[in-house]
């Protein structure tokens, strides 16, 4: 039997707790792993030997306040559900790799660069060491969320980051470009040599994009020009391609277009006063005059219909993305339940805080669950828009109420990034909005049953 290494916040002495997956709240047998200088315990679930080392510039220094912020490591729920079983051993060795990478490369640094609202370059690009590009596309679903889970556990904006670039726009180009198109934007992009965007939503239609949009591209002979403003892009200041979105002047149609960051009359600024998923860089975009020729054009796109398809299986990969935000809620919530001490016992011992633990690992599990289902949808095909809308909607409120409780478990540091439960809390928010919000998504699925629309 496999078991998992908890440390406590630092708000104490500093045990090292072990659990069995079967009893988590219950003492292990197996002995605590070897602790390093600070008294903190080494991760004995990782093999040290193959420790990915950090760039030095990439790691916090050690006067950063969250330095030493303590790992977590839980799959009791995973486990609970058998849900690896579902796996063969190829694809765990890779969800292994990626949980050893979330280990030993974002985890360590990803409260610092969330304080500071950067965006960390060289651990996003070593992801493509991992075999994950493209997972989804190649029909790996249930690996594909898998992965996801975990990135998103480990910091939710970096699976943002990644999900915008591999699922929205090399999705898009792989699934609307041309051959030429594919030759020659693909390779690159797939492996993370060049950051990719995807530009829809717009200052003044967030949610009305489909009826609304106003960005506008007029055809030019082999050319076309684009005008018009884009809001909330995610990597939009430092990716080198995006895919914008924008109706053709005086039709019906809308087009999709890979445009360079560095083409004349186009700008992005950061939004740089988030409170909720920072290291993600959403920008403000402007195009002016922005001139590409028509090979440029994804050929496979002539209506908003078109778009749809891709958001449907990139409001499933959100659904993953809740799953992760609440297993990283866990994380914290349990650690801090066995080694938090109130009125002489530990807080995990009173029957209110085991029930807000057993609340939120219902939550986390039936969220897995329907993720599996969704994922069995999608490999044979059954997956709708409407079913991508039931995972996105019910599962963004779940996480927001397992994020608030861990929150709440947490008590006053429970408001600190360091704790772990904070920085989940917040960037729950974003994620209850985001690729459709919560409201919109629930009226996709009433419309489906009632047969009216409820949007206007
Ligand atoms: C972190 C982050 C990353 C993002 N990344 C991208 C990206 O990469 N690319 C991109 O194109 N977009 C991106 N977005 C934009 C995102 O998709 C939009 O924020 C979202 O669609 C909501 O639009 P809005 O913010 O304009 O809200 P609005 O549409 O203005 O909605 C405001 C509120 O009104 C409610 N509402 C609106 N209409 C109705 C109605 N008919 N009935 C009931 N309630 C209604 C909404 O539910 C919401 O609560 C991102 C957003 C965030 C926060």
């Known amino acids: 039997m496999s078991c998992s290494t908890v440390d406590h916040l630092r708000t104490g002495p500093a045990p090292s707790l072990r659990f069995c997956p079967t009893d988590p709240l219950g003492p292990c047998e197996t002995p605590a792993g070897p602790r390093d200088d600070d008294g903190d315990a080494a991760m004995s679930v990782l093999d040290q030997s193959t420790a990915i080392p950090a760039p030095a510039d990439q790691s916090p220094s050690s006067a950063d306040p969250v330095a030493d912020r303590p790992t977590q490591q839980t ?148 050319q076309w020009v684009l005008n018009g403003r884009k809001h909330w892009i995610g990597n939009g200041t430092i990716a080198d391609n995006l895919v914008v979105w924008a109706a053709v ?76 935000l609440q297993f990283a809620a866990l994380d914290t919530a349990i650690a801090r339940a066995r080694t938090r001490s109130q009125f002489g016992r530990p807080i995990g011992s009173f029957q209110l805080t085991q029930e807000k633990l057993a609340r939120m ?45 861990g929150r709440e478990i947490s008590g006053g540091d429970g408001i600190r990034v360091r704790s772990g439960a904070a920085k989940v809390f917040a960037d729950t928010e974003a994620v209850y909005t985001y690729e459709g919000s919560y409201d919109m998504n629930c009226l996709i699925v009433g419309r489906h049953v009632t047969g009216h629309s409820a949007f206007e």
């Open 75 to 222: 799959h009791y729920v995973s486990e609970l559900l058998g849900v690896e079983n579902l796996l063969d051993a190829s694809d765990r060795a890779v969800l292994d790799r990626v949980r050893r990478y979330c280990e030993e490369r974002i985890r360590p640094v990803a409260d610092a660069f969330w304080l500071r609202g950067e965006f960390p370059r060289e651990v996003f690009t070593g992801l493509h060491e991992l075999g994950i590009v493209g997972l989804g596309s190649r029909g790996q679903h249930l690996l594909a969320g898998l992965v996801t889970i975990e990135l998103a556990r480990a910091d939710l904006s970096l699976s943002t980051a990644f999900g915008v670039h591999d699922g929205l726009h090399v999705g898009a180009i792989s699934r609307y470009g041309s051959a030429d198109q594919k030759e020659r934007f693909l390779p690159d992009a797939q492996a993370l040599r060049t950051l990719g965007a995807f530009a829809l939503t717009e200052p003044d239609s967030g949610s009305d994009i489909s009826r609304s949009m106003t960005t506008t591209a007029r055809r030019n002979g082999d």
């Open 361 to 405: 690992i219902g939550n986390a599990s039936s969220s897995l669950s329907l993720m599996i289902q969704l994922a069995r949808a999608q490999s044979d095909g059954t997956a709708t828009i409407e079913l991508a809308a039931v995972a996105k909607s019910s599962l963004s409120l779940r996480a927001r109420e397992t994020a608030a409780l």
């Open 249 to 324: 002047e005086g039709e019906k149609a809308v087009h999709g277009f890979i445009v360079p960051s560095d083409a004349p009359g186009y700008s992005a600024v950061a939004i740089d006063d988030k409170i909720s998923a920072r290291i993600i860089q959403n920008a403000e975009i402007e195009l002016t005059d922005v001139r590409v020729g028509e090979d440029r054009r994804l050929p496979g796109v002539m209506t908003f219909r078109d778009v749809n398809t891709l958001l449907l299986h990139s409001r499933i990969w959100v659904g993953w993305q809740t799953v992760g």
